[in-house]
């Protein structure tokens, strides 16, 4: 089986796919394969954002600031969703080559699965690929929980608010999602929600 893990920014849906990697499961994080796919996107990037979006350090030599070639995401982060037509082009730009990855690795997965394979993707819904999982498990959580997580995280309010609000509302997800883990409380009780559904995958129960 491929089951989709999605959910909103905040949520926790990383944390409850790391929870199924430890019990044994395969684990596709969409995150990573988009950073590598922004790695290889740089000329475009540098061309629409500028030098700005680049890590920088200090010459030992001479007093100037040089760009080693790495994107700061922090830096990309905060400028594309801060400005909604900077973050149409920058999805233009990643979203086209992460999806075509994203299928590519599925397409060689399911001609040699033996466990269950978890995808870690926040965008399940946006890029209406959910016909590709066998199953969805959305995870969700209230509003102020997704916040202080963020902040916690090292967001601004502002900065954590722009990226919840960029992202589909949960409300639309649960339509068909096949599993729903409410995540408001402690890691235990995510784990111990997390496990149940794992249990009946695993003993094949639906």
């Given at each position: 089986?491929?089951?989709?893990v999605?959910?909103?920014?905040?949520?926790?849906?990383?944390t409850?796919?790391?929870?199924?990697?430890?019990?044994?499961?395969?684990?596709?994080?969409?995150?990573?394969?988009?950073?590598?796919?922004?790695?290889?996107?740089?000329?475009?990037?540098?061309?629409v954002?500028?030098?700005?979006?680049?890590?920088?350090?200090?010459?030992?030599?001479?007093?100037?600031?040089?760009?080693?070639?790495?994107?700061?995401?922090?830096?990309?982060?905060?400028?594309?969703?801060?400005?909604?037509?900077?973050k149409?082009?920058?999805?233009?730009?990643?979203?086209?080559?992460?999806?075509?990855?994203?299928?590519?690795?599925?397409?060689?997965?399911?001609?040699?699965?033996?466990?269950?394979?978890?995808?870690?993707?926040?965008?399940?819904?946006?890029?209406?690929?959910?016909?590709?999982?066998?199953?969805?498990?959305?995870?969700?959580?209230?509003?102020p929980?997704?916040?202080?997580?963020?902040?916690?995280s090292?967001?601004?309010?502002?900065?954590?608010?722009?990226r919840?609000?960029a992202?589909?509302?949960?409300?639309?997800?649960?339509?068909?999602?096949?599993?729903?883990?409410?995540?408001?409380?402690?890691?235990?009780?995510?784990e111990?929600?997390?496990?149940?559904?794992?249990?009946?995958?695993?003993?094949?129960?639906?």
């Amino acid at each position: 089986m491929i089951i989709g893990v999605t959910g909103g920014i905040g949520s926790g849906k990383s944390t409850v796919a790391g929870f199924f990697e430890k019990w044994g499961a395969g684990v596709i994080d969409v995150d990573k394969l988009g950073w590598r796919v922004l790695d290889e996107k740089q000329q475009e990037i540098k061309k629409v954002f500028g030098d700005k979006v680049f890590q920088v350090h200090r010459s030992q030599t001479r007093f100037e600031i040089l760009r080693n070639g790495k994107i700061d995401r922090k830096k990309l982060g905060k400028i594309v969703f801060e400005n909604p037509e900077k973050k149409k082009i920058f999805d233009l730009i990643v979203h086209p080559p992460l999806i075509k990855e994203l299928k590519s690795q599925l397409s060689t997965l399911n001609s040699q699965l033996s466990t269950p394979v978890f995808v870690d993707c926040a965008l399940i819904y946006e890029w209406r690929i959910n016909n590709w999982f066998d199953k969805i498990i959305l995870v969700t959580s209230d509003y102020p929980k997704k916040l202080q997580r963020l902040m916690n995280s090292g967001c601004t309010q502002k900065e954590a608010e722009d990226r919840i609000h960029a992202q589909l509302p949960d409300s639309e997800k649960k339509k068909t999602a096949d599993w729903i883990i409410e995540n408001n409380s402690n890691l235990r009780t995510l784990e111990q929600n997390a496990k149940r559904i794992w249990d009946s995958i695993v003993n094949r129960k639906s």
